[in-house]
Each structure stands twice: as structure tokens, then as C-alpha cells.
């Protein structure tokens, strides 16, 4: 996302929100880093699903390693990687085909990274969600830190949904229709300020 949205962006939180406003005074501006590789993005979705971040991150580092002349394997090397290859390097059996799956969506052209960045936010979703082992959140978060979109709001994060409890001091863990109305104001930049409730339980964005 630019540097000039994020800036617009915290401005018209501020602005909207008094409570959120006090959160982006105590953080500062917002930071929201983007992979813009589709295929690297969504493949390491699959690999840091269910297991802690220092876990996926040591596993992503041996699939990276996998083909020793690219830093990172094309779908067409996970194709044709044998599954006791893929499961050395820590993926589980479910990942192994999730992964493939994904890489065979990309070889065939039913995911295209140009393509997607032309597609509307459901349209996305949608796209993605035909692939093992993606779901409807892991597709909002590749909305949010690979193209960028700034108005998302993935209403099944737990982070999020514990954020708006706390913040808003609300008895009990916010269900849709009451995040929904939360975040009503925060249009158009509701991936923004998303980001800045994650911040706001432990310093760090849940995704970078």
C-alpha cells in the first residue's frame, strides 16, 4: 500500500474514530508490509497454517530449499517434487496437497497474478477459495498484504474480533453483524485500521 494511502488512511481513522485514535497515536503510522509474488504468498499461507510463526518460518526455509538453484520453487518444481521431498521439509500430508493443488491452480491459469489484481475483493475470494486448503480468511489476508486492497475486513480473525472486544469494552467477543457496525466509519480503510487493532493486542500485525 503507499506511503500517501497510509497516511490518508490514518488520518481518516483518526478523524472517524476516537477510540481507534488513540490507538494510532500510541503506535504511529501505519507500516503494512506486501509480498507481491501471488504464488509465494498464498504457498506460505499454506505452509504457516496451524503451526506458530517460528515453526513456518523454519519450514518455509527448507521449502524454499528445495530446488537449490532458485530461491524459492516455481509451481512447476512442487509439481514435480516427489511428496516424500515436500514432506521432509516439514509439510504434513494435507499441506502436500494443498500445495499441490495450489500450484496446479497457477500452472493452469485459474489463478494468474495479473489477473487478480483486475478482479474485485469477492471476485478474489472466490478465485481462491476453489483451492485445497485456502479459505475465505486466508484470501482476505492476501487481499489485505499482497494487493493491497485497503478495505477489508476479515470478520473471522480471531485477533481482530478479541481487538474490538477489548477496545470497545464490549461483554463478550463481538459477533459479524456488530463488527460490521463497528467498522462502519472506518471506510474505505478498514484493512488499515485492522492492522492497527492487531497492533494494539501485541505490538506486532499478525501478517507482514
Known sequence: ???????EAASH??????????????????????ERDAWRALSS????????????????GRFAAIIPERDFPLPSDVLSTPDEVLRGAGLSGNKVLA???LAAHFEAGKINSRKLGKMDDEEVIQALIRVRGIGRWTSEMFLMFSLSRPDVLAIDDLGLRNAMKKLYDLPEVPKPD??????????PYRSVASWYLWRSLD??????
Open 1 to 7: 500500500m503507499k506511503s500517501s494511502v497510509l497516511r
Open 13 to 34: 481513522l483518526t478523524n472517524a474514530d476516537p477510540i481507534l485514535a488513540e490507538v494510532i497515536a500510541r503506535i504511529g503510522a501505519p507500516q503494512m508490509g506486501r
Open 45 to 60: 499461507s499454506i505452509i504457516g497454517q496451524q503451526v506458530s510463526v517460528h515453526a513456518a518460518r523454519a519450514i518455509r
Open 99 to 101: 500445495i499441490r493443488d
Open 178 to 187: 456488530a463488527m460490521r457496525e463497528i467498522a462502519e466509519c472506518w471506510r
Open 203 to 208: 505490538n506486532e500485525p499478525k501478517i507482514k
